[in-house]
């Protein structure tokens, strides 16, 4: 069992940065193919930014390239989400999520794992 707690969410204004950590407790995470999604309120949960299990690749929505490095380190177990030039419309509960897979993946129904959330909120 894989259990991935998030953190680094927290307020800040548009144009500033955050890091998001995604952390296993349990299993090594170096087997497992990993993502970052996000849910606003009323809309449904969208793919972030994947990478792959060795970290040699990754993949990011359009919303997000360039602004947005996802990066992991196997050693501790943590996968990162760095968030720079933010926006309001990056406001929403950002989601990591896990899978036993050799490629990168985009698609959330396709991840067995999910971290509870950690919220981030962009003001204008």
């Known amino acids: 069992q894989v259990q991935l707690v998030e953190s680094g969410g927290g307020l800040v204004q548009a144009g500033d940065s955050l890091r998001l950590s995604c952390a296993s407790s349990?299993?090594?995470?170096?087997?497992?193919?990993m993502g970052w999604f996000r849910q606003a309120p009323g809309k449904e949960r969208e793919f972030v930014a994947a990478?792959?299990?060795?970290?040699?690749?990754?993949f990011y929505a359009d919303s997000v390239q360039g602004r947005f490095t996802i990066s992991r380190d196997n050693a501790k177990n943590t996968v990162y989400l760095q968030m720079n030039s933010l926006k309001p419309e990056d406001t929403a509960v950002y989601y990591c999520?896990?899978?036993?897979?050799?490629?990168?993946?985009?698609?959330?129904?396709?991840?067995?794992?999910w971290g509870q959330g950690t919220q981030v909120t962009v003001s204008s």
């Open positions: 999520a896990a899978k036993i897979a050799l490629v990168v993946l985009t698609s959330a129904r396709l991840y067995d794992y």
């Open positions: 349990g299993r090594t995470l170096s087997s497992y193919a």
């Open positions: 990478i792959s299990r060795s970290g040699g690749n990754t």
